[in-house]
């Protein structure tokens, strides 16, 4: 199947941990993203690579950072982990050319930090 | 980018047509109007996007007004499956950052 996925699913952690969540798509797109949705709701971005080099990074703790090993991987890695980066993550992509077909998103990673 | 006005919520009877608006009256003249929805615990999913002219694709219709100000994205024939939250995004094409706002909870009902 064509997609963006997202592993782990669900992710329960202690505070202070480090944990990384890994996306891939194979959708030959050239531009990853991280959005971050909090309890509100609110979908905010956070990171986006475009073929393996940083474009945008919304003001984000350095706690968090990004990993493009390649263009069609975004892995995001979290430093010592604190009860409000308890949220649902979602990568996307898009093809740079148009941003004609919008962004494809991920099915999401519940991080609950206890 | 520009800001959106969407209503919070709204109902449609399934098999109707669902009419979901959007003002955008601060856009500017290379920004697109993007559509994309998100159904319960799931990713948003992209639905269709216009510069000017109207739009239509499998999914949806959207209509944007003469003075770009204001656009109405139509779901034809409603289904159950289209209950989601719909977001409207004012965007520059090729601008990497969509910055979604509270959306509108669109119900539809048996």
């Known amino acids: 199947d064509t997609a963006v996925s997202q592993t782990p699913k669900y992710l329960v952690t202690q505070m202070g941990n480090d944990k990384s969540i890994k996306c891939e798509q194979n959708l030959g797109h050239d531009t990853m993203y991280w959005y971050k949705q909090d309890s509100k709701k609110f979908l905010k971005i956070m990171f986006s690579?475009?073929?393996?080099?940083?474009?945008i990074n919304e003001t984000v703790p350095n706690r968090f950072s990004p990993k493009s090993p390649d263009k069609a991987h975004l892995n995001l890695h979290i430093n010592s982990l604190e009860l409000g980066d308890s949220a649902v993550y979602f990568c996307?992509?898009?093809?740079?050319?148009?941003?004609?077909?919008?962004?494809?998103f991920g099915s999401g990673t519940r991080l609950t930090v206890v | 980018d520009a800001k959106t006005t969407q209503p919070t919520s709204m109902d449609c009877a399934e098999g109707r047509a669902a009419n979901l608006p959007c003002n955008h009256s601060t856009i500017s003249g290379n920004e697109y109007v993007y559509w994309y929805r998100q159904i319960h615990s799931q990713g948003p999913q992209y639905i269709i996007h216009?510069?000017?002219n109207n739009e239509t694709n499998e999914m949806a219709s959207l209509i944007i007004t003469e003075d770009r100000k204001s656009s109405t994205l139509i779901l034809p024939h409603a289904t159950l499956r289209d209950t989601a939250v719909y977001y409207c995004?004012?965007?520059?094409?090729?601008?990497?950052?969509?910055?979604f706002g509270t959306g509108t909870r669109l119900t539809i009902i048996p």
């Open positions: 216009g510069l000017k």
């Open positions: 690579y475009n073929n393996k080099e940083l474009i």
């Open positions: 995004i004012v965007s520059r094409r090729g601008n990497e950052k969509l910055t």
């Open positions: 996307a992509s898009s093809l740079e050319t148009g941003r004609r077909y919008g962004y494809t």
